[in-house]
């Protein structure tokens, strides 16, 4: 088991089973969350502070080993920052990016509040909603606060040719449904 020396500015998280050791500057550098270091600065408990060691790491609930390495793969390529901080809205070409890894750095970058990196996402996922299921995609509006997802994915829902199915409905919940029957 490895102890983190004074000199070593890395923390270790534990995802699901898997151990991660992270450089702080990966994490401050581009999310307000680190960026203050309040994380990192919190008193110690009783038995040590949390992410110092193998034995003892900060535990993420809530997300998964994909997330995070996803995550870890854009800080890591230094093109990528250099380019999100430049010229966003040109990181990469629009089909390098699929829905999926959009969706996941939503979700991480609006957990961690990696702005930037969100931004970006929402960007891309708006480019390709129209090829997202139109439930998928209300369902990520409003998990992730991105109201402009919305009003396509409503117009979709409203101009196909089938009703919605109880799937879609147990998926959506009552209200949502609900205000979906008014449109």
């Known amino acids: 088991m490895q102890e983190r020396s004074d000199e070593d500015d890395s923390i270790i998280f534990k995802v699901e089973s898997t151990l991660f050791q992270i450089h702080t500057y990966l994490l401050e550098r ?21 992410g110092i060691s193998e034995a003892k790491p900060i535990i993420l609930s809530q997300i998964t080993k994909h997330d995070i390495e996803s995550l870890l793969d854009f800080l890591h390529d230094e093109s990528a920052v250099s380019h999100i901080r430049i010229y966003p809205k040109m990181y990469r070409k629009d089909e390098d990016l699929s829905s999926s890894e959009c969706i996941t750095f939503l979700s991480v970058s609006s957990r961690f509040v990696f702005t930037k990196l969100r931004n970006l996402s929402i960007h891309y996922i708006e480019k390709v909603a129209h090829e997202l299921d139109p439930v998928d995609c209300i369902l990520i509006a409003k998990k992730h606060d991105v109201l402009q997802l ?7 829902l409203r101009v196909r040719k089938d009703p919605i199915r109880d799937a879609e409905t147990a998926r959506l919940g009552l209200e949502e449904t609900s205000h979906l029957s008014r449109l």
């Open 150 to 156: 919305l009003r396509p994915a409503y117009e979709a």
């Open 30 to 50: 581009d999310s307000e969350i680190f960026a203050e270091r309040e994380m990192f600065s919190m008193p110690p408990e009783k038995t040590g502070a949390e």
